[in-house]
Nanobody, 117 residues
Framework: QVQLVESGGGLVQPGGSLRLSCAAS????????MGWYRRAPGKQRELVATITSGGVTSFADSVKGRFTIFRDNAKNTLYLQMNSLKPEDTAVYYCNARNYINKFDYWGQGTQVTVSS
């Protein structure tokens, strides 16, 4: 029912910035909570940031003060703005949409973020 297409990943130097985008196939933000997850090599998938349909955001402790999650409702696009990037931020980042009613999850294909000098 929902297709999520991610973009914006790439190689960036420590201290740099990157913005990830997640384009949804239709308007879903009123009935889905949105989030970004990441999986680094040798680690479990972790929740990075979330935003509710009402615009309430939350962040993992490791990214607080550096990352921002926001959306453009008109474009059906979710964003993750990543600043002051560190090598430990290197991971595959996944966009997630969770339906409030049935709790079903949709996932993007993932986009690689590599922070290295």
């Amino acid at each position: 029912q929902v297709q999520l297409v991610e973009s914006g990943g790439g190689l960036v130097q420590p201290g740099g910035s990157l913005r990830l985008s997640c384009a949804a196939s239709r308007n879903i933000f009123s009935i889905y909570a949105m989030g970004w997850y990441r999986r680094a090599p040798g680690k479990q998938r972790e929740l990075v940031a979330t935003i509710t349909s009402g615009g309430v955001t939350s962040f993992a402790d490791s990214v607080k003060g550096r990352f921002t999650i926001f959306r453009d409702n008109a474009k059906n696009t979710l964003y993750l703005q990543m600043n002051s990037l560190k090598p430990e931020d290197t991971a595959v980042y996944y966009c997630n949409a969770r339906n409030y009613i049935n709790k079903f999850d949709y996932w993007g294909q993932g986009t690689q973020v590599t922070v290295s000098s």
